[in-house]
């Protein structure tokens, strides 16, 4: 999947005003993700993303993953992207749940097992309620 092509199923999903919007939504959230997954599984989840995710992703991995809990996700998230209107958990959603359709079954069992609890449906197409 092209670097464009992901940010527009980001923005479609995430109903936002353009590409540029996805980028900041998509950056933060994966931003996050690599710090909470540390370099291991980063590294292993980038390999199937395109290069601009990928490399946000790897960039922001660390030397440690902070297994980071659902509201400091979130929280974290939020700072990234300006405190924007809707909640975090839209974003969150917007990007993983795109994410996980450029993964394979195994890579998306992985990422589920590796998200805090309450994050890991919002790899789903379906948004939260």
Do not use: K
Not at 1 to 18: H, I, K, Q, S, T
Not at 103 to 117: C, I, S
């Amino acid at each position: 999947m092209p670097d464009n092509a992901f940010l527009d199923a980001v923005r479609e999903r995430g109903e936002y005003n353009g590409r540029e919007e996805a980028a900041v939504v998509s950056h933060a959230v994966l931003a996050v993700l690599g710090q909470h997954l540390g370099p291991h599984d980063a590294y292993r989840l980038a390999t199937q993303l395109p290069d601009r995710p990928a490399g946000t992703l790897r960039a922001a991995s660390g030397n440690e993953p902070e297994n980071l809990d659902a509201d400091t996700f979130c929280e974290r998230v939020d700072r990234h992207t300006g405190r924007r209107p809707r909640t975090p958990r839209w974003d969150i959603h917007a990007v993983l749940s795109t994410l996980a359709d450029t993964l394979t079954p195994t890579e998306r069992d992985l990422l589920r097992t590796r998200l805090p609890d309450s994050l890991g449906a919002l790899l789903d197409p379906q948004p939260p309620s």
